[in-house]
């Protein structure tokens, strides 16, 4: 894969984030894309967070909790669902491609399905590139972007 | 009877009951309607009604202490924001009294602005403005002038669906029972532009804010106030720097804080000095809400705002898509 970007990752402290882990402790290669902040509860997440981070300079945002109804605080997941499945659709508005943002569910014991989605997650931000930064001249970033990859 | 009267007659009805009466009277100039608060029978003379009648008063409700007795008076789109505050149980239903008319529609003052300049008039020297019908006759120095209604209607009127008000104590005038179609055709419109494009719209518009917060402070759903996070240092969600990502967060922060919440009185665009088409980032969540949850705000005083429920099986997300 090219140059690496920068993806950030909310993950959900009793499934995700156990998941994260199984997959370590199994030895299954991942992507070094994603940078980990480990949350109580994918409730936890407040959509600026994923906002912030977009427009902050990150090129993709992946939240990933605990499968609907096996919240460890039995509804959190519920309530994130709607809100995230907002921001994912707020984005187009501001000029963000949706597909920089997904959040998706993954239990502590699905190590190989933590793979598959990083994996896939990050391959799709490669596609779509490095993020334009908002409040950022175009022109001036294109530049500095390809004396970046020369 | 004209509606004026019928509503002052209303109004001095409930008003030993009531703490105040939040009405409109005359602004500064004869293109201005100005809040008033009416405490006694003597203010009912400052009453307006007219389609100068642009501030949503229902924002001032949570200015007030839940016990006070408010009387207010509404548009159909304002009567929105009262539902909706009702809803969220920031004011109490037995210390409000509601007074409804039929709304024909307010006056988009920077249209009438563009309109004068075509006519090589200026606004500010207006002296003196009358509707009529169809028509709107304004003077300045002693010349009069005509314009058609139709271009002057702000944009919320011209997609208006609740022109009555769809709750109040007192009704006041004869129903219009009118409902425009609202396809969300704006959002739709500006989605269709490419990505990059967008962008470079909200960068252009966002580089003229000047942080005043009006938007917020005239939104009668922002009631956070003093804890406003977009002023808070800790977290600190939006600096003291003055570049343009600092100020569209803000603007993040407020579509996202409104998102199944807001009821499209258009004041944050409205209330905006250097005029940044804000809206359109509510509509846009609106527009989403209507689809995913087929919910509209303030319609309805027992409905729980969407983002504040959910359902175990979710009938249109897809969840599993990628």
Not at chain 2, 223 to 237: G, K, L, S, Y
């Amino acid at each position: 894969m090219s140059k690496e970007l920068r993806i950030i990752g909310f993950l959900c402290n009793w499934c995700s984030y156990g998941g994260a882990d199984t997959a370590g402790v199994g030895r299954f290669t991942q992507p070094t894309d994603l940078r980990i902040v480990r949350l109580p509860c994918s409730g936890r997440i407040d959509p600026l967070f994923v906002l912030k981070t977009l427009t902050g300079g990150a090129d993709g945002v992946l939240v990933s909790g605990c499968h609907p109804r096996d919240c460890h605080y039995s509804e959190g997941n519920f309530y994130a669902r709607r809100r995230l499945e907002m921001v994912k659709r707020f984005l187009p508005v501001i000029g963000i491609d949706p597909g920089r943002f997904e959040y998706t569910w993954v239990s502590a014991s699905e190590g190989q399905r933590w793979q598959t989605v990083v994996r896939g997650f990050t391959e799709q931000i490669h596609a779509l590139g490095p993020i334009q930064r908002f409040g950022k001249d175009a022109a001036a970033t294109a530049a500095q972007l390809a004396a970046s990859h020369a | 009877m004209p509606i004026l009267d019928e509503l002052k007659a209303a109004i001095a009805k409930r008003l030993p009951e009531l703490d105040v009466v939040i009405g409109w009277g005359k602004g500064f100039d004869a293109l201005h309607h100005t809040p008033v608060f009416i405490t006694s029978e003597a203010d009912l003379d400052k009453l307006e009604l007219g389609p100068l009648s642009v501030q949503n008063l229902a924002t001032y409700l949570t200015r007030y202490p839940k016990t006070k007795k408010i009387g207010v008076v509404v548009k159909g789109c304002d009567s929105r924001s009262v539902v909706q505050l009702l809803q969220e149980k920031l004011i109490n239903r037995e210390n409000v009294v509601v007074f409804g008319f039929p709304c024909e529609g307010v006056v988009d003052l920077e249209k009438v602005k563009r309109a004068l300049e075509g006519q090589g008039m200026e606004i500010a020297r207006v002296s003196e403005a009358t509707f009529q019908g169809e028509r709107c006759t304004l003077t300045t120095g002693g010349k009069a002038g005509s314009l058609p209604m139709a271009d002057l209607w702000a944009d919320k009127c011209n997609r208006c669906q609740y022109h009555d008000a769809v709750m109040s104590d007192e009704f006041v005038g004869q129903r219009l029972d009118r409902k425009a179609e609202d396809a969300y055709a704006d959002v739709a419109a500006f989605e269709a532009k490419p990505l990059a494009e967008r962008q470079a719209f909200w960068q252009e518009q966002m580089s003229r804010c000047i942080r005043c917060y009006a938007c917020r402070n005239a939104c009668p759903l922002c009631v956070c106030r003093d804890q406003c996070i977009a002023q808070t240092r800790e977290p600190n969600w939006v600096s003291q720097r003055t570049g343009v990502e600092e100020k569209f967060m803000f603007q993040m922060i407020h579509a996202s804080h409104l998102a199944g919440r807001c009821t499209e009185c258009g004041e944050c665009e409205r209330a905006c000095p250097v005029g940044i088409p804000i809206l359109l980032l509510k509509r846009k969540n609106n527009k989403e809400v209507l689809e995913l949850f087929d919910y509209r705000a303030g319609i309805d005083p027992e409905a729980k705002p969407p983002l504040l429920a959910f359902k175990v099986e979710e009938e249109k997300i897809n969840e599993r898509g990628w």
